[in-house]
């Protein structure tokens, strides 16, 4: 198969040193009708640069945020209260499961255009990032992707097309989740060849770098009955990423009905799930603290409680409480609690929130105990936090306490 379009461009375009340096391409996947058409940017090599120096810490606050791109109608980039973020991401874009390149649909080139020039209008201006995946699934694609070079290459290609196209400050990786070793090895030849892509492509065009950063599990190794154990390739993302964006939620939920929990804990007397344990875990591993984001979870999880006097953390339930699928956002939770006059509780074990109204009972975060997972994590010298997701608060009221709750 001859050279791709994108390649034949970007040899007629005075990278032909780059090019032959990096060997010769005698396979890359034909362009899909929605791949990107936007300005020549390196290919990135099969054969990378043996040794990628590492990228330094962000050296400027992440204080940031998911945006869920399909609730734009409702909460357009212009509804966001910029002044509480440095950084906020685009949720989602895929890949193409054929041509592994990266899908921008015609709605997603309209949202994006907006979504960008309204964060980089605000002063100071937002980092516009773009997140690729989510927990809408796409791992099969992603494993297919990552399994090969050719197709990494592919892959890797089209995201940094896209970035600049977009006037992207940076790419973000949210693979839920490598499931074996195999493919957590072939997640880090991902990254690192990521990197070597993004380093070549600022060097060439004199650009500022951009970002690239990881969504992951809240730990750095799978441990839970039934998974098959696994860790993350923490010494290629010590390298290779700006910085990690650790989940740290959905510790319990919807999938266990039998009692209650808090679905986001920053400590748990009985088990390793917890976001002390997983932060912590994600430093022994090997990344830098300052390169380690904390997720807070602006949405809570419900459950219908067995006996209404039976109340606490770990109480026995029938089932889910209100909402969808026993998931309510925070402003929800909010009104939940005025409307049905909800007991509420500042739980100091878990540095948690929880409610409860007759038989339904919500495990969730607010603005103390974000507090308290804030001090956490500031005294263990991380990187700062990010939410999921920006549109859920209630009037700002987390966002805002988050904002000043960083001191350092
Ligand atoms: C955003 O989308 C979610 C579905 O993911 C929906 O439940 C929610 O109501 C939407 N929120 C807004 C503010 O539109
Ligand atoms: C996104 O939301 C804005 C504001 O409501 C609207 O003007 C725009 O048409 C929406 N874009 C798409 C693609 O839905
Ligand atoms: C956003 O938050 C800032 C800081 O609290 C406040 O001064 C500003 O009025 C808010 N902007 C809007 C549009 O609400
Ligand atoms: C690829 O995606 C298309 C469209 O969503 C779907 O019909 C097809 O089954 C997928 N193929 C594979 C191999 O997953
Ligand atoms: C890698 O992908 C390319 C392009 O899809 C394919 O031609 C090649 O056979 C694959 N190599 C392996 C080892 O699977
Ligand atoms: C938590 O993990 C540590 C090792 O990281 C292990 O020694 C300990 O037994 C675990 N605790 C529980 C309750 O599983
Ligand atoms: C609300 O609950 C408190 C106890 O938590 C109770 O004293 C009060 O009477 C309740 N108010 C209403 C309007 O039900």
């Not at 390649?7 to 890359?28: D, E, H, K, N, Q």
């Not at 120096?53 to 791109?69: H, I, T």
Request: proline fraction near 8%.
């Amino acid at each position: 198969m001859a050279l791709g379009f994108i390649a034949f461009l970007i040899l007629t375009a005075s990278f032909f040193p780059f090019m032959s340096r990096a060997g010769a391409y005698s396979v890359a996947p034909a362009a899909s009708p929605s791949s990107p058409t936007g300005p020549l940017v390196p290919v990135p090599s099969c054969a990378r640069s043996p040794d990628p120096a590492p990228v330094p810490p962000p050296s400027s606050a992440v204080k940031a945020g998911y945006w869920p791109s399909w609730n734009n109608s409702t909460s357009p980039p212009s509804s966001i209260n910029l002044s509480y973020f440095t950084h906020i991401y685009y949720a989602f874009a895929e890949l193409d499961n054929t041509s592994f390149e990266l899908v921008i649909t015609p709605s997603d080139a309209d949202i994006l255009a907006d979504f960008t020039a309204t964060l980089h209008a605000h002063q100071p201006p937002v980092k516009a990032m773009l997140s690729i995946g989510g927990g809408g699934g796409g791992g099969d694609t992603f494993a297919s992707m990552a399994t090969n070079c050719s197709t990494r290459s592919a892959f890797i290609k089209s995201t940094i097309a896209v970035a600049r196209e977009y006037n992207l400050d940076g790419l973000d990786l949210d693979w839920e989740f490598p499931a074996n070793p195999e493919k957590m090895a072939s997640l880090g030849d991902l990254y690192m060849e990521w990197r070597d892509a993004i380093a070549r492509e600022a060097a060439e065009t004199g650009r500022p770098s951009l970002l690239l950063t990881s969504a992951v599990y809240f730990a750095s190794h799978f441990f839970l009955p039934g998974d098959t154990p696994r860790s993350y390739p923490a010494d290629k993302m010590a390298v290779s990423l700006d910085w990690i964006n650790a989940m740290c939620y959905d510790y319990h939920g919807s999938w266990d009905t039998s009692e209650t929990g808090a679905p986001a804990a920053l400590y748990d007397p009985k088990s390793n799930v917890s976001t002390s344990y997983g932060l912590t875990s994600w430093v022994e591993a090997g990344i830098p603290p300052k390169k380690v984001v904390m997720g807070l979870p602006l949405y809570g999880r419900t459950w219908k409680l067995k006996d209404p006097a039976d109340h606490g953390i770990g109480a026995p339930a029938v089932g889910l409480g209100p909402g969808d699928d026993g998931v309510l956002v925070y402003s929800a939770v909010v009104d939940f609690n005025s409307e049905n006059n909800a007991t509420q509780v500042n739980d100091e074990v878990t540095v948690s929130a929880y409610s409860y109204s007759g038989t339904s009972w919500i495990g969730y975060d607010d603005p103390w105990s974000v507090t308290g997972k804030i001090e956490f994590a500031e005294g263990h010298g991380l990187g700062r936090y990010f939410f999921w997701a920006i549109g859920y608060d209630k009037d700002w009221s987390i966002s805002s306490r988050a904002w000043v709750a960083w001191r350092s």
